[in-house]
């Protein structure tokens, strides 16, 4: 089984409105709609439809010294079905940015979390994550679009309070993203 080994960046909210304008290179923005079946201590299940993409059934399980992670397709119907059922749900648009260095290609996931207010989706959250080989404990670098939005570099110990599930709720992801600018700016 594939081990998950990945690191969390906060971004600024300023991020999403210049996003579309930057040169760097970014793919088109997948859009995707998720839902969280089961949660427990040691992990959980979700369902993932990636517009005009599959549809999948992902379990990630921690286990001793890694986190496990299992993903299977769905059809359409098993995934409405269960999504369904979902209580926790989240809609965030995933740019794939590739970065080079010393001849590698270094893959970033930047998620813009939205939440629709007034039928309009308004942006609340913004994390990139870098998914590396196991073993390894940090990125050979941060590419230049994530360290001139950074806000927090999650460590390891606090990955689970940033998660996905956790940040489907707006009030929770503006929450941590207000105390996490208030300490950047040393306001009280």
């Given at each position: 089984m594939p081990t998950e080994n990945e690191l969390k960046y906060v971004l600024s909210l300023d991020l999403g409105k210049q996003i579309c304008n930057l040169d760097v290179p970014l793919s088109y923005p997948l859009v995707i709609q998720q839902g969280?079946?089961?949660h427990d201590v040691g992990g959980g299940v979700r369902v993932r439809s990636i517009i005009n993409g599959p549809k999948i059934l992902n379990i990630k399980w921690r286990v001793?010294?890694?986190?496990?992670?299992?993903?299977?397709?769905?059809t359409t119907r098993d995934f409405e079905d269960l999504l369904s059922q979902c209580k926790e749900r989240l809609d965030k648009h995933r740019y794939i940015h590739s970065h080079w260095?010393?001849?590698e290609e270094l893959i970033w996931e930047i998620d813009l979390f939205y939440k629709n207010q007034n039928g309009y989706p308004m942006l609340y959250f913004i994390m990139a994550e870098h998914e590396m080989p196991e073993g390894q404990e940090e990125p050979v670098v941060i590419p230049p679009l994530v360290a001139e939005h950074l806000v927090y570099a999650v460590p390891r110990e606090e990955t689970g309070e940033f998660s996905s599930r956790k940040l489907s709720d707006p009030h929770y992801a503006s929450g941590r993203y207000a105390e996490l600018t208030q300490k950047e700016s040393g306001s009280c």
């Open positions: 969280y079946l089961h001793p010294d890694r986190v496990v992670e299992v993903e299977t397709e769905l260095h010393n001849g």
